[in-house]
């Protein structure tokens, strides 16, 4: 089912309600269009399915199927609605994303998660915040473009 998800969620650009109808009508995942979008997959994912998927996105309504994220999926994990953290839209696509402080390789830093509905979005999203200047952990040694370990 994940792949399901992550199929649509590409498909879609992570629109909720083509996402939703998709999988309300039992269309079929066309496998080479999902190879293909699966081969351009260039950042991690959390499925609303994985037991990592930040909790606080459960609780509102629509939330995303997929999550694109860069950075520290924990510290999304254990927000709370009310909490300090921005989700809303960024170029018209919901985002996450937060910081705590922390230190890399002895030098202080912000640990921090960007996280979006659209991969492609995510990328907008994460040039804008990049260009902030603001020293961020480095999770560029982690370049394994894959799924966050359940």
């Known amino acids: 089912m994940n792949n399901v998800l992550l199929y649509f969620a590409l498909k879609h650009d992570g629109d909720f309600e083509k996402i939703y109808n998709d999988i309300k009508a039992k269309v079929p995942v066309d496998e080479n269009e999902f190879i293909k979008l699966k081969r351009e997959l260039k950042t991690k ?9 930040p909790t606080v996105l459960k609780q509102i309504a629509c939330p995303p199927f997929v999550l694109f994220y860069e950075g520290n999926i924990r510290l999304a994990k254990d927000l709370v609605v009310g909490d300090a953290f921005i989700y809303s839209s960024f170029n018209n696509k919901r985002y996450l994303s937060t910081v705590e402080p922390s230190a890399d390789r002895g030098k202080f830093c912000f640990d921090y998660i960007i ?20 020293p961020l952990k480095d999770y560029s040694k982690n370049t394994k473009h894959k799924q966050q370990e359940r």
């Open 45 to 53: 994912y959390v499925t609303i399915l994985d037991n990592n998927y």
């Open 115 to 134: 996280a979006s509905e659209s991969h492609d979005n995510f990328f907008k999203l994460r040039e804008h915040v990049m260009d902030k200047k603001v």
